[in-house]
């Protein structure tokens, strides 16, 4: 690994640990940098997976004052979260490599489209003043099945948290985006923890997004919702679009 190759990284691991804390789709920039530079997708992903595990940390830590007196629901929240990454770990490694890479631009590019169409979403629960559905207990299913996205793929997963959790709960905005962060942290570990035992990872690669991604994590935390959301969103679907061009040419 080259120098540049290692500050080209480090910089996407800070940018991901940034944006995941304060919006989601981190990985669409970490993951299509990773597979510019010749690492396979399911390498990329897992080795992504582990090493984004401490921005999100210490992004929901960040938020931590948001989830004061709600910590009987994090832990019901984050139990569906857990047995979601359970279940992605096993649909990526029972799946054929090939497989993984050929459903790989359906998922960048749905994650995509979702990054692209948040700020709808956003303003939707802004106006709303009630729940949307009288079925709150939809919430943990559809938790669940985010987990299992977000360990088998992980861009984007914040987004459906908030999206999700926002069409069935009322809470205020920053104590969704504060849950947001803490059931990416609970996917991001459990899966991790498998993929570091039992999947191909670049501990190299682990280790420089480790260290940028906590770097990017406090600053999502403290200066993030500072930063242009516009700019931000525009970038990764750029990025984003590049990626699923580069997927499909190579395939």
């Known amino acids: 690994m080259t120098r540049w190759e290692i500050a080209l990284i480090a910089l996407a691991g800070v940018w991901a640990g940034t944006i995941n804390t304060v919006v989601g789709s981190g990985t669409l920039v970490t993951f299509p940098v990773l597979v510019a530079l010749g690492y ?8 992504n997976a582990i090493g984004l595990i401490t921005g999100t940390i210490t992004g929901a830590y960040g ?13 019901r929240y984050g139990v569906a979260s857990l047995f979601g990454a359970i279940g992605s770990t096993i649909l990526l ?4 490599a090939d497989a993984f890479e050929t459903i790989v631009p359906v998922l ?4 995509v ?14 106006s709303r003043e009630s729940p949307s559905s009288g079925r709150p207990w939809l919430l943990y299913p559809l938790i669940f099945a985010v987990g299992v996205y977000g360990g088998y793929f992980t861009a984007a997963q914040g987004i459906m948290l908030v999206g999700v959790m926002g069409l069935l709960l009322t809470d205020p905005l920053q104590r969704l985006n504060a ?6 942290a609970v996917v991001n570990v459990v899966a991790g923890a498998i993929y570091a035992v039992v999947a191909p990872i670049d501990w190299w690669v682990v280790l420089i ?43």
């Open 40 to 47: 396979p997708p399911v390498t990329a992903t897992t080795s």
């Open 179 to 184: 849950f947001k962060n803490a059931l990416a």
């Open 113 to 126: 489209l979702l990054v692209a169409v948040q700020p709808l979403v956003t303003r939707r629960l802004r």
């Open 63 to 75: 938020y931590r004052a948001e989830l004061r007196g709600h910590g009987r629901r994090l832990v």
């Open 108 to 111: 960048v590019g749905l994650a």
């Open 209 to 251: 997004l480790a260290v940028s991604s906590t770097v990017g994590g406090l600053l999502g935390a403290r200066v993030g919702r500072r930063l242009s959301p516009l700019v931000l969103r525009v970038v990764i679907v750029v990025i984003g679009v590049a990626a699923i061009v580069d997927l499909v040419l190579t395939a």
């Open 93 to 96: 490694l029972s799946l054929p």
